[in-house]
Structure formats: structure tokens, C-alpha cells
């Protein structure tokens, strides 16, 4: 079963990329550079309530990019 967090991501990437992505795809095959990360970056913190720091440039999938997601959910909140 595909988590809640994981499917928001995926609808997210498919509404602004045009596809649906595997979770083994290269966010940068799906088409996010640069800029589109830190629109990703912004959206995820409004969506999810996270923060998201500097170490999410080491994301290079979008399983990675849910996983990181996931991890932030789980933190306590400061």
C-alpha cells in the first residue's frame, strides 16, 4: 500500500510535470532543475508543515524525495 504522503508527492509531480513518475525516477529525468526544487521545496513545507533544509539538494529520486518527506513528518517539532 502506497502511503498518503508518498501519494500527495506523486500527484504533486504529475500536475506539475505531466506524468505520473516511478518512484525510482531521477528528479531530474521528470524534469526538476533547479528552480523547480525550490518551488518543490516551498510546496512541500505549505503541504506537509516541514521544514525543509540545505541537505534535500542530496535528493536525487523521487523515492528519495518521499522518504525525505517522511523523515521530516517524524521529527519532533521545535
Avoid at 20 to 35: E, K, N, T, Y
Avoid at 59 to 71: D, Q, S
Amino acid at each position: 500500500m502506497i502511503s498518503t504522503v508518498a501519494e500527495k508527492i506523486l500527484k504533486r509531480l504529475e500536475a506539475k510535470f505531466g506524468h505520473r513518475p516511478q518512484r525510482d525516477d531521477p528528479l531530474a529525468f521528470i524534469g526538476v532543475d533547479s528552480i523547480g526544487m525550490a518551488e518543490l521545496t516551498v510546496e512541500l513545507e505549505k503541504e506537509f508543515g516541514v521544514r525543509v533544509e540545505d541537505d534535500i539538494l542530496a535528493v536525487e529520486t523521487v523515492g528519495e524525495l518521499i522518504e525525505y518527506v517522511e523523515m521530516r513528518l517524524k521529527e519532533p517539532n521545535d
